[in-house]
């Protein structure tokens, strides 16, 4: 049995023909994931121009009423300053 081996080998390499190379691989999947910051379009709109004080203006309150209009315009300038560094964030397209 072992020379019949042999001799199918030596059969087998002397072949014009070249052996079935099976089915086809799987094919390769390639997935890139980019990563891009972007900006709500609110954030990319112009802060508006706080309205001027008239000249003649005069604010009569209590104490504690002042506190609070001044505590509003911390707030509103507070607000404003937050939306102006966050913009530095956005990317620029």
Known sequence: MGLASVATLAACAGSPEKPDPGAAPDPVIERKIVVKPVCPPELLQDVPVAPAMPAEA?????????????????????????LRDARTACPDD
């Not at 209590?62 to 300053?81: K, M, V």
């Open 58 to 82: 005069l604010v009569e309150a209590s104490d504690e009423t002042l506190r609070w209009l001044g505590a509003i315009f911390s707030h509103a300038a507070l607000l404003e300053e937050r």
